[in-house]
């Protein structure tokens, strides 16, 4: 009689190990692994013979194969559906991760509200918060976020059920965490349960055609809870970035089957729910101080060109090692351009405390960023605004290299197409970077052009 049999799988990376370790043989990290009961598995023959169980069917070339036209249901949220790559594709799975409070149950309920709206069938499963919870929030929203039916369950095998028997066109699972199949003893949200619930649902979804919008919560260390078992089932993974306290939030597709990874969407959190940034540049841009210490950098959000300025704060400090404090880029690429400012450029901050941050909680993770901050910096420790007494500020792009060189970055026409079209300029940008920029081919080069000469010392 076959007995149930126990793993201990990692709650990181999925690897599987016979007994419990310390460390996950597959990722490396520590104290990952949690025990699993698995049901057994079905007897397996008992003959000698290779032969497979199964029946042998005759492969197909690609040519003979009847092509599906996905037609899209709109969510009527534009930015949401441009980075879905056109809206949802009915039978897909979109996992959405974030941290709490981003705004990931706004943006499902409205989403879900445009839909009815539309005529759609829609449901709306919540194991995080009450019927009436759901309602409150739906109250603010615009749509008919007040006529999507709502389900609010944890047990598994019923939401199942209920969605087989409502055949909704689109549903969302608020969140894949807190459903709990009842023929697990693991608890609910362990890695276990999160691929049992997502494996029961994709294969509904399939089946039935649903598409299905899987909330999932970003752990502290910032990846999706039983991030690469989920990864693996869901068509397209979205991931909903920004600060609860600041107002822009980002949401950009890490996978999708359906569509490209490299389109971003900017929201912004408002009373009515989240509005939608379309002229994301021209707000950075509009709100950029022109003040020392502060760059406007063009920056790329996947495909799309943005605008956003780049701060410095530079104040001596009583401490050691003085303090380096980012906000929206990579603390490691500070300490590269603070060393190339200091030994190429001749801009030192000596042992002064640095802070880097980029306006309104944006991130920007790409190389193209560095000469942005070196130029904040480098105006910070001047004391002098970019450009001088120019009408037009400053605007750039570039990353810097060890030698104190200027590299060139993808993209360099749309980066120049934007910063003029909302008025910007000169905009200094790394040599063959052409479209009218004012080419630097080292830090140093972009310094003299962006800054004015300083003051002369006056003799005494
Ligand atoms: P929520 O969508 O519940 O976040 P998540 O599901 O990712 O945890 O909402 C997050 C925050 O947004 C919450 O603190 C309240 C705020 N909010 C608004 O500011 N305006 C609104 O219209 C709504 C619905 C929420
Ligand atoms: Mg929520």
């Known amino acids: 009689m076959p007995r149930p049999t126990t793993v201990h799988v ?18 490396g990290e520590w104290n990952t692994l949690v025990e699993e009961t698995r049901a057994p598995a079905p007897a397996a023959g008992r003959g000698r013979s290779p032969a497979p169980a199964g029946r042998a069917v005759k492969p197909v070339p690609l040519s003979s194969v009847r092509a599906v036209q996905h037609v899209r249901l709109q969510t009527g949220i534009g930015e949401l559906d441009r980075v879905l790559g056109g809206g949802l594709v009915p039978g897909s799975l979109v996992l959405i991760g974030g941290s709490p409070g981003i705004g990931k149950s706004t943006l499902t ?6 839909l009815q709206g539309a005529g759609k069938r829609t449901l709306y499963v919540s194991g995080e918060e009450s019927a009436a919870q759901i309602r ?17 369950e944890t047990d598994l095998e019923t939401v199942v059920a209920t969605l087989d028997a409502e055949r909704p066109e689109v549903c969302v699972i608020d969140s894949v965490q807190t459903l709990h199949a009842a023929d697990l003893t693991s608890a609910a949200g362990s890695v276990g349960q999160v691929r049992e619930v997502a494996d029961r649902i994709t294969r509904l979804a399939k089946a039935r055609d649903i598409a299905v919008l899987l909330v999932g919560h970003v752990t502290k260390e910032g990846s999706l809870a039983g991030p690469r078992v989920l990864e693996h089932l869901v068509d397209c993974v979205l991931q909903f970035e920004g600060e609860r306290e600041r107002t822009y939030r980002t949401l950009r597709a890490l996978k999708n089957r359906f569509g490209s990874t490299n389109d971003v969407g900017v929201f912004e959190m408002r009373q009515g729910g989240l509005v939608e940034v379309q002229d994301a540049s021209a707000r950075f841009v509009g709100e950029a101080t022109r003040a020392p210490g502060s760059a406007v ?3 790329m959000e996947g ?27 990579d603390r490691n690429r500070l300490a590269l351009v603070l060393a190339v400012l200091g030994r190429h450029a001749g ?50 792009f570039g990353e810097v290299g060890l030698t104190g060189e200027l590299r060139s970055v993808g993209h360099a026409d749309r980066r120049l197409a934007e910063a003029r079209k909302f008025g910007l300029g000169p905009v200094i940008a790394p040599a063959g970077s052409e479209g ?3 080419e630097a081919p080292t830090l140093r080069a972009a310094l003299r052009a962006a800054l004015p000469q300083q003051p002369r010392a006056r003799a005494a």
């Open 136 to 152: 409150l929030r739906a109250e603010r929203l615009p749509g008919a976020a007040l006529e999507v039916p709502v389900l609010a």
């Open 347 to 396: 801009v030192s901050v000596g042992s002064a405390d640095v802070f880097v941050n980029v306006a309104g909680g944006v991130r920007v993770d790409e190389p193209g960023a560095d000469l942005a901050v070196a130029l904040a910096v480098a105006s910070a420790v001047r004391g002098l605004p970019l450009g001088g007494d120019s009408p037009k500020p400053v605007a750039c």
């Open 109 to 114: 309920s409205m989403a879900l509200g445009n």
């Open 303 to 329: 495909s799309r060109p943005l605008l956003v300025e780049v701060q410095a704060l530079v104040s001596p400090s009583e401490l050691v090692p003085p303090r380096r404090v980012v906000n929206g880029i």
């Open 297 to 299: 950098l063009a920056a």
């Open 10 to 27: 990692c709650s990181s990376c999925g690897a599987e190990a016979p007994r419990w370790l310390g460390q996950c043989p597959g990722c």
């Open 436 to 438: 009218g920029a004012t």
